[in-house]
């Protein structure tokens, strides 16, 4: 049973970039229109229980609760207006590789406020940023787009690891069900804000519009998400954090079969390097904890993604 929710739990995260860009590319849907949807619709999935269950856990919400779930909520808002736009400027294969730094982000702001690693952290670092400079490096000779796009997505990356970092704060003293309402929610009205400065409609899109937008909440945010979270009672963060890694080859391979996307071979490597050294920064964060007591918020390092 785990092996199958493990395979559903790729299969729906890998799916994300692939139909965002062929929502984006065959219908009149908006970037932020996606983003808006997937979140108010997961927002309202996600309230349901709890509402019918604990409706009073909403109301015992506290100052510090909220402050750090609406940082994440910005966050999350921010990071999918640059990982969705950058499926327009950018390959799929390119765009799900560098907003997947976000174990090797963490990592980095955590060195910077001083948590030591293990030297196996810092050498995953320097693999997968060496594998972010060999795409950029193609794609900036591809095209500015192209180059455009690699750079939306490693700060769609970024904003992923503030999100899962502030999320942490958040959920110390939350339920799962209740931060993901709160913050679901919060990033929804975040974005509709974003649209309405920036013109992008949310509503008036044909029938393959509205169905793609269904698609990508369904199979990313719900089935995806979903599966690896109920993995997480069952079995080991490294394992689980090391499955979800597969999200890069596999958005890779969907982009091939469904869209026709082809690469130089220079970007596959480096998605296979960015693969690598994500793993290696996963493993080396997840052992050196192992015999510590760290503070809560230092513990996940390599939370679910975003995408």
């Known amino acids: 049973m785990n092996l199958f929710l493990a395979a559903l739990g790729v299969l729906g995260v890998a799916s994300s970039g692939p139909l965002i860009a062929a929502t984006l ?28 269950r604990e409706p009073r856990q909403f109301v015992r919400i506290g100052r510090y609760e909220f402050r750090w779930s609406l940082v994440a909520a910005v966050a999350l808002a921010l990071h999918f207006a640059c990982f969705i736009t950058s499926l ?4 799929v294969a390119a765009a799900t590789a560098l907003v997947c730094l976000q174990s090797a982000w963490i990592a980095l702001i955590q ?23 060999a795409i950029t490096g193609f794609d900036m000779g591809t095209s500015p787009d192209a180059f455009l796009g690699d750079l939306l ?11 899962t970092l502030a999320g942490g704060r958040a959920r110390q003293s939350m339920t799962t069900g209740t931060y993901t309402a709160l913050c679901y929610g919060m990033c929804a009205v975040l974005v509709a804000v974003l649209a309405i400065f920036t013109n992008q409609p949310l509503s008036g899109f044909d029938a393959g519009g509205w169905l793609g937008i269904l698609a990508i909440t369904v199979c990313a945010q719900l089935v995806g998400h979903t ?20 999200e890069i080859p596999g958005a890779a391979l969907l982009a091939a079969v469904f869209l026709n996307e082809t690469l130089p071979a220079g970007t596959y490597a480096g998605l296979a390097l960015i693969l690598v050294g ?30």
């Open 278 to 307: 994500l793993a290696v920064v996963v493993a080396g964060q997840r052992s050196g904890k192992a015999g510590r007591n760290e503070p809560p918020e230092e513990r996940p390092l390599a939370e679910l993604g975003a995408d």
């Open 153 to 163: 997505a490693m700060a769609g990356g970024l904003l992923a690891g503030i999100y």
């Open 25 to 52: 590319g065959a219908t009149t849907v908006t970037a932020l229109a996606i983003a808006f949807w997937r979140n108010a619709i997961a927002a309202a999935v996600m309230a349901t229980p709890t509402l019918v």
């Open 111 to 133: 060195l910077f406020r001083g948590v030591r690693h293990r030297w196996q952290v810092l050498v995953g670092l320097g693999i997968a940023f060496g594998g972010v400079v």
């Open 227 to 246: 599966a690896f979270n109920h993995l997480l009672a069952t079995m080991s963060p490294l394992l689980v954090s090391m499955i979800i890694l597969l």
């Open 88 to 91: 327009q400027l950018t390959s």
